[in-house]
């Protein structure tokens, strides 16, 4: 394990591979778990961060503190890149993740170079009810009355969320279990009020959308918000997936995510589409800039 300390709390991450830095961010309920195969495919070409927001995984947030929003977890994105001494890299993320990465590249944009987003509300409008519903306490406060009901309902949810149901059954499970209440509403309340909409045209870097036609969390259609409002944004839209495409369809996902990331800076960004994309571009073109670049061991399962 391997963490931070900050002001608001500690930030723990995963780290594998060697080469340019990507950064890896979860979304609601989730964990860098997520991302385990991602990062050791990713891994063997660059030096990938997986991250565990403030109050999920085994990050822990300062409970003084309203540090569970989406705006305190672009701060924590910022604050991850100096301590480490990242200049700039790719943000890569998952639904609230994919938010996140969004909110950076309008805050800070001269850290991020590129961001993918994956089953990603631009709108908060976007979520589907039961999540909407999670952001007010007085509902959360109802779910969390009986945590061990919460996780027995989302495992038989999963099976609607992925393909793979008891894969993404065991890993909701897992992370649910290190959430706390605060974090659980206050994320997804804020997740929820969350609109991009009118600063969406303020983001310049290569840009990449992947949405699954299944996705009963996030309207798919908020690819096409995105693509309205980031005029260079590519989008990858797979037809055989749902909101976890990294696990629906992950071979496609990870190679769409790679022509993506090594596709040079100095173009238009690399076209994806639901079909793999061609393999041509070097390895560390497009990428960010990191001191360090020494390989790490591959994440060990928990």
Excluded at 287 to 295: C, D, I, L, V, Y
Aim: no cysteine.
């Amino acid at each position: 394990m391997t963490s931070l300390v900050t002001d608001q709390g500690i930030i723990h991450y995963e780290t594998y591979g060697r080469g340019r830095p990507v950064l890896l961010l979860h979304g609601w309920l989730g964990s860098w778990n997520l991302w385990r195969e991602t990062i050791e495919v990713l891994g063997k070409e660059f030096r990938t961060y997986a991250v565990d927001f403030w109050g999920f995984g085994e990050s822990g947030g300062n409970k003084e503190q309203n540090n569970y929003t989406v705006d305190n977890y672009v701060e924590l994105v910022h604050q991850f890149m100096d301590k480490l001494g990242i200049v700039k890299a790719p943000l890569i993320g998952h639904s609230m993740g994919g938010t996140v990465s969004l909110s950076t590249a309008i805050r800070y944009p001269e850290k991020v170079v590129k961001v993918a987003v994956i089953g990603s509300p631009v709108n908060g409008s976007s979520l589907n009810l039961l999540l909407k519903a999670s952001g007010y306490p007085a509902v959360a406060s109802v779910f969390w009355i009986s945590p061990p009901l919460v996780r027995l309902f989302l495992r038989g949810y999963s099976y609607f969320m992925a393909r793979d149901g008891r894969t993404m059954s065991n890993m909701i499970s897992r992370d649910l279990s290190q959430v706390t209440m605060q974090a659980f509403f206050q994320s997804i309340g804020t997740l929820r009020q969350t609109d991009l909409r009118p600063r969406l045209s303020e983001i310049k870097v290569p840009t990449l959308g992947i949405y699954g036609k299944n996705d009963i969390i996030v309207d798919p259609r908020q690819r096409e918000v995105l693509k309205a409002g980031v005029k260079q944004a590519e989008i990858a839209y797979y037809s055989d997936a749902g909101h976890f495409p990294m696990l629906d369809t992950s071979e496609k996902f990870i190679e769409d995510i790679r022509s993506f990331l090594k596709a040079p800076l100095t173009t238009a960004p690399v076209s994806v589409t639901t079909s793999a994309a061609a393999n041509t571009a070097s390895a560390n073109v497009g990428a960010g800039t990191n001191p360090g670049e020494s390989r790490a061991q591959a994440p060990k399962s928990p």
